[in-house]
């Protein structure tokens, strides 16, 4: 079943912390979710994915209805993205815990000044 990229948008806002800085951009088709200038999930006609590592990658995993990110069948599977099963979309306070445990440790950008212009 194809999803509609906007509607998850949607969902993800809900569910965020209120002190959560999100922004999102349109790519490849779909949604990409940022944090703290940082991508942390894909919002695309595959569902709402969040990128996650280690042990938090493997507990989404154990979920009923979650599966690594696989935009085609003919590619090879996420290694760091996790389809959120659909169940938890509507449930603001169960999405929010995989919200927090994947934008938990993510770096703030790197601001870099600008230099100042040549002189001619």
Known sequence: MAHDPKALQIALERAAPPDLELAFRPMFGGIMGYATGKVFASLSDVGLALKLSGDDRA???SVEG???LQYEPDQPPSKSYVVVPESMWSKADEL???IVRST?????????PRKPPRRP
């Open 66 to 68: 979650a599966k690594p």
């Open 59 to 61: 507990a989404l995993l």
């Open 104 to 112: 938990t440790g993510l770096a703030a950008p790197v601001v870099r």
């Open 96 to 98: 929010r815990t995989w």
